[in-house]
């Protein structure tokens, strides 16, 4: 019998139930692959707080650095969240040799460089397949499978508060305050959601896939990131009319120049396979030469399927230390050369309050046209005193984008700027 001695940090959702497979399953586990996962030791913050699988007491602490340093642990999982000391307890396990699972997209977007370069030195895998996507797999499809694919672009919803939100105002009309409640009550969202709704969690998941698909470290200072909080249901309903769907999209996409990376609500085409992905589930939609279109989707949270990633690479990691490899490394360091935001094309729809009043809209088309934003589409609503313009813009540069808008606020007969909402279709 090949035994390998597990070592958890953190017995929370995710740990909780990769605790309750390492037990219940454990002679499954070992029909099917041939090893003995043993559960050795597990770090938690309050020892009396009730699980729902009891453990020994021998096997509990509420030192993680217990876990690391135990002799009989030769694999440590991460799944206890949070900076540090979660950072420190990954890197002194990966400089003892020993390889890391971990689920904490917020740690590999933050540090991500050092702690791959301290897995090749001690040539131990490193492996964080629930980081992105919970249980659905993404990584090693990105990293392995299609390792030799010239990815174009990866655009994924990758935060399933978020999806729930906008999915309840774009069916159901809800406002975005009693989506965000509904997403609370349900345990979508965290208690401070801030990470959530401001797209921060989506822009670490969004580094992360943009390392794998192109090989070179994007880093999430790069990555520009806007929430969904300033979004309405009356954008929704407006978007619906022009036959699209708003969702919070995280993108990387290899342009002229090199990779841009960012995070943003975007209108999409109803026919688009990501405007189909409802609810909490999150999908990866992948663009590349040969493999043309892939899409990968399913729960991107909970702890049933983030466990279920986990336990795939803790088995993963488990057949390497075995066969005794050095583990070759799965992402190259080199810094990727990035692409400003300012200088990415994209298109907007903009909704204008205007007067309505004769020469209102030559007067609004000339102000994009200024900046060299042509129009594609304009939509007029309200008569009277005032009325409402949508226009969807052809792509030009985020700069002439914003620039364009800064104008239209300065002409009188505007009376606002009341949305403004990025359209993305295909790569360009
Ligand atoms: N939840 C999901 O659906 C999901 C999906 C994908 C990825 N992830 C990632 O998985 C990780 C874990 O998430 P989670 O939802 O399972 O978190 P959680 O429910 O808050 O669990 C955290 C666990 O870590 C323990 N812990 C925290 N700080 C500790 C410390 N300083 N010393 C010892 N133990 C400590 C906690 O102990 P106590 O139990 O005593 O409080 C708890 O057991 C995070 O990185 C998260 O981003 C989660």
């Known amino acids: 019998m090949k035994t390998v001695g597990i070592g958890l940090l953190g017995a929370g959702i995710v ?27 597990v770090a938690v913050r309050d020892f009396a707080k009730e699980r729902s699988i009891a453990l020994d007491a021998a096997v509990l602490t509420i030192d993680p650095v217990d876990v690391v340093d135990d002799p009989n642990v030769g694999l440590v999982v991460e799944v206890m969240g949070g900076l540090e000391p979660a950072g420190e307890l990954v890197l002194r396990a990966l400089r003892a040799g020993k390889p890391v699972v971990t689920a904490n997209k917020a740690l590999l977007a933050a540090r991500g460089p050092e702690l791959i370069a301290a897995a090749e030195e001690s040539g131990v895998p490193l492996l964080f397949e629930a980081a992105v996507g919970g249980g659905i797999p993404i990584i090693r499809p990105l990293s392995e499978t299609l390792a030799g694919e010239q990815v174009q672009r990866v655009v994924g919803i990758v935060n399933g508060t978020t999806n729930f939100m906008l999915t309840r105002m774009s069916e159901d009309g809800a406002s975005y305050r009693d989506a965000l409640e509904e997403a609370q009550t349900l345990g979508y969202a965290e208690a401070d959601p801030t990470a959530d709704i401001g797209g921060g969690d989506a822009a670490a998941k969004a580094a992360i896939l943009a390392s794998l698909a192109f ?36 993108i990387a996409e290899r342009l002229e120049g090199g990779v841009n990376v960012r995070v943003y609500p975007a209108m999409l085409p109803v026919a688009h396979p990501l405007a189909a992905i409802r609810g909490s589930t999150n999908a990866i939609f ?63 729809y903009v909704r204008l309050e205007v007067d309505d009043q004769p020469g209102v809209l030559a007067q609004v088309a000339g102000e994009f046209g200024r900046h060299g934003v042509s129009i594609k589409s304009v939509l007029q609503e309200g008569t009277g005193d005032d009325a409402t313009l949508m226009i969807v813009t052809h792509r030009a540069a985020e700069s002439q984008q914003r620039a364009a808008r800064s104008s239209l606020e300065e002409l009188d007969n505007v009376r606002s700027v009341a949305s403004v909402v990025r359209v993305e279709s295909a790569a360009p």
């Open 286 to 348: 992948i663009e590349g030469p040969s493999i043309g279109e892939l899409l990968f989707a399913g729960p991107g949270a909970g702890g049933e399927p983030t466990a279920s990633a986990v336990l795939g690479d803790v088995i993963d990691a488990a057949r390497e230390i075995l066969a005794g490899a050095q583990v070759a490394p799965r992402i190259q360091l080199s810094s990727a050369e990035l692409v400003p935001f300012e200088d990415v094309q994209t298109k907007w």
């Open 15 to 41: 740990g909780g139930s990769l605790i309750r497979r390492l037990v219940e399953e454990h002679s499954a586990i070992e029909a099917k692959t041939g090893l003995n996962l043993e559960l050795r030791r």
């Open 215 to 250: 090989g070179m470290w994007a880093g999430i200072d790069n990555v520009y990131h806007q929430g969904i909080d300033s979004l309405t249901s009356a954008d929704m309903k407006w978007a619906a009319e022009l036959g699209y769907t708003i969702k919070l999209l995280a």
